[in-house]
């Protein structure tokens, strides 16, 4: 059988067993070396662990078959997959032991976002944990996939995927699901945008809360749908001062509202 690394697919997407091995899940790129098969390596964007053949196809932080996490499945005999995106079967290294039935492991050639999503978009259900709003702009950077990166617009917090958890997350660091998160998306649906999530988790002081009825929308807010003048009707227990007529000022807040003024120069 002779082999060479140009047949395989140059980038590749591993996901499917993110609960043992998350690590080790995501992106990997050739590095331009190959095994003595001719068979190629590859490394992960953003973990640096390895996918390689020796006699199998193997995923783990060296060379070193031993301290592999993934390993392909051919029952009484070798694995003779000339790429990993032909392997049917992986068995994943969870706790002490192999198990081939937990876990349904894909290996594929990775597949480049293609969706336009929104420029701006509110994460909405989440208010107690986001500081300063849900209101996120595309940053203009992207990832490995093409999947947009956004940046909280007052708090320079990210919203971004992230390929071992399979899902969208905020925090302060896009390279990072160890960087001060704050919440995720649970849908496990891989959506290229995030207005495609739904069902967001908070961090609480020391745990993930329960998926809230959370959702990723479009800005789209249109300040001249907005009356030019308002008025606060007057309310005993309130303060006078701040009654009355309110006009635009001309500004926004970060969601694109308009911000208004009356006469004793409270804001609404």
């Known amino acids: ?40 390596i ?10 390689h053949y020796n006699h199998k196809w193997y995923i783990g932080p060296t060379m070193d078959t031993t301290h592999a996490g ?33 876990f349904n492991v894909t290996v594929r050639i990775a597949v ?6 929104a420029p701006q978009v ?12 849900g209101w996120f702009v595309h940053s203009g950077l992207t990832d490995a996939s093409g999947r947009p990166i956004y940046r909280q617009k007052q708090n320079n917090k990210f919203l971004y995927f992230w390929p071992s958890q399979e899902g969208w997350f905020v925090g302060d660091n896009y390279l990072s699901v160890n960087a001060a998160v704050q919440a995720h998306s649970n849908d496990g649906t891989r959506s290229e945008c995030p207005t495609g999530t739904s069902g967001w988790s908070g961090w609480s002081s020391h745990s993930w809360t329960p998926p809230f009825a ?35 000022i001309g500004s926004t807040d970060f969601s694109g509202r308009p911000i208004y003024r009356n006469t004793k120069n409270f804001f609404l």
Request: proline content about 5%; overall charge negative; glycine content about 8%.
């Open 1 to 40: 059988l002779t082999l060479t690394a140009a047949s395989c697919a140059d980038k590749l997407e591993v996901y499917g067993a993110s609960e043992a091995q998350y690590s080790k899940m995501g992106w990997y790129e050739k590095t331009g070396g190959a095994d003595i098969s001719g068979r190629p």
């Open 122 to 133: 509110e994460l909405r259900g989440l208010e107690s944990f986001l500081e300063a709003g």
């Open 214 to 248: 959370s959702q990723v929308v479009p800005m789209e807010f249109l300040t001249d749908s907005c009356e030019p003048r308002v008025e606060v009707l007057n309310d005993a227990n309130i303060a006078t001062s701040t009654m009355g007529i309110y006009t635009k």
């Open 112 to 117: 480049t976002a293609t969706e336009v999503c």
């Open 42 to 51: 590859y490394q992960n964007r953003w973990t640096n662990h390895y996918l």
């Open 70 to 102: 993934l390993q392909s499945e051919a029952p009484g005999h070798p694995d003779t997959s000339p790429c990993p995106t032909d392997v049917h079967d992986w068995a994943v290294w969870k706790g002490h032991e192999w198990t081939t039935t937990q």
